[in-house]
């Protein structure tokens, strides 16, 4: 026997009979993916958020569609995923190009969850005085109203199918000022506003629109950018003393956008090992 806060004894079948309750619990809100269909931006490349994403939507069961600007690199991700017994298909498009953000839209069909993962951020992460204008609108064409052409041409076939989800990737440069992230902040601000105004239009439709915001992420592509003795030094800014894996955030976009989230809409979830509470 063991007693309860108020010193009640539980018995053993009691004790069995709370136990099934919770595994029913957690057995209907898992984060069951079968049979829905993801899109998830600026996936094609190992090592970064948008990759393991797409793992972990196609380890719950979710056929994942992946884009990027590299189809050798695509393929590489695709192959992961498929050898892993995962489904999963290729998308080639340039986020920065218009016609390509329209045939996208086409191309991958219907969509129960997409992910606004992809950034530029090669021509907006230096000082602003140092920015080139065709650049600088490039990056903002690409984080930005690439999102809002996929999710407003995607969300009516949602809709019409009684709801969906949709996950922003922003970014806590949003949130705080940072040497030479004005262009960066601006635009992932731009995101979270979308984010709130969204969930709030598309939500009587069934439609939930969170944001996840990252702090510093051990990703490939960023850390190659930055260079990993200055990025690395990042990590003593937050209170776990280290950078996020891409596959933490990946679990996080994943809660976000199941079952489990089902009553979270029009937030911004943080995830930056505490970063902004210190």
């Known amino acids: 026997?063991?007693?309860?806060?108020?010193?009640?004894?539980?018995?053993?079948?009691?004790?069995?009979?709370?136990?099934?309750?919770?595994?029913?619990?957690?057995?209907?809100?898992?984060?069951?993916?079968?049979?829905?269909?993801?899109?998830?931006?600026?996936?094609?490349?190992?090592?970064?958020?948008?990759?393991?994403?797409?793992?972990?939507?196609?380890?719950?069961?979710?056929?994942?569609?992946?884009?990027?600007?590299?189809?050798?690199r695509g393929a590489e991700v695709v192959d992961d995923i498929t050898a892993g017994g995962g489904r999963a298909r290729f998308i080639l498009a340039d986020l920065s190009d218009l016609a390509d953000v329209e045939r996208l839209a086409r191309e991958?069909?219907?969509?129960?969850?997409?992910?606004?993962?992809?950034?530029?951020?090669?021509?907006?992460?230096?000082?602003?005085?140092?920015?080139?204008?065709?650049?600088?609108?490039?990056?903002?064409?690409?984080?930005?109203?690439?999102?809002?052409?996929?999710?407003?041409?995607?969300?009516?076939?949602?809709i019409e199918r009684g709801g969906g989800n949709i996950v922003n990737i922003s970014s806590i440069a949003a949130?705080?000022?940072?040497?030479?992230?004005?262009?960066?902040?601006?635009?992932?601000?731009?995101?979270?506003?979308?984010?709130r105004s969204w969930a709030a239009e598309w939500g009587p439709h069934g439609i939930r629109v969170?944001?996840?915001?990252?702090?510093?992420?051990n990703s490939d592509n960023v850390v190659d950018f930055i260079g990993a003795d200055q990025f690395m030094s990042w990590s003593e800014v937050n209170p776990l003393k280290r950078n996020a894996t891409p596959e933490e955030l990946a679990e996080v976009i994943a809660f976000v956008a199941s079952d489990r989230a089902s009553f979270v809409t029009g937030q911004v979830i943080v995830a930056d090992g505490g970063r902004l509470a210190v």
């Open 1 to 72: 026997m063991q007693r309860s806060h108020q010193g009640r004894k539980i018995s053993a079948r009691s004790r069995r009979a709370l136990s099934g309750i919770i595994y029913s619990l957690f057995e209907e809100y898992a984060m069951d993916f079968e049979g829905k269909r993801v899109l998830i931006t600026g996936a094609g490349s190992r090592g970064g958020i948008g990759a393991a994403t797409a793992h972990a939507f196609a380890r719950d069961g979710a056929s994942v569609v992946i884009t990027g600007r590299n189809a050798d």
């Open 210 to 217: 969170n944001a996840v915001a990252p702090g510093n992420v």
């Open 175 to 195: 949130a705080i000022a940072m040497p030479h992230m004005a262009t960066y902040g601006a635009q992932k601000a731009a995101v979270e506003s979308l984010t």
């Open 108 to 158: 991958a069909g219907e969509v129960d969850v997409l992910v606004n993962n992809a950034a530029s951020y090669r021509a907006s992460i230096k000082p602003s005085l140092d920015q080139d204008s065709a650049a600088n609108a490039e990056s903002w064409d690409t984080n930005v109203r690439a999102n809002f052409v996929l999710s407003t041409r995607l969300v009516p076939g949602m």
